[in-house]
């Protein structure tokens, strides 16, 4: 799950090729996503700050800050 806005509330993806530096994130029809947003893989035990690096389309590659 990811959020980054409390007035949007938290957002489902697909997460692929998780390392200890990032991830792939795939989004579902998510037009606008901010540079950066956390992602929790736990149901918010744990949460990662990450940073955009690229995007094509619905596919998402992130840098995690912490």
Known sequence: ML???A???VLTCQVHDV???GAGIELHNLNLLPLNFELT???FHTV???RVIWRQGDFVGV???N
Do not use: K, V
Request: charged share 30%; with cysteine.
């Open 19 to 21: 390392t200890n530096s």
């Open 41 to 43: 893989f736990d149901n």
């Open 63 to 65: 840098a995690f800050l």
């Open 7 to 9: 007035q949007r509330g």
């Open 48 to 50: 990662r700050e990450c």
């Open 3 to 5: 959020f980054f806005d």
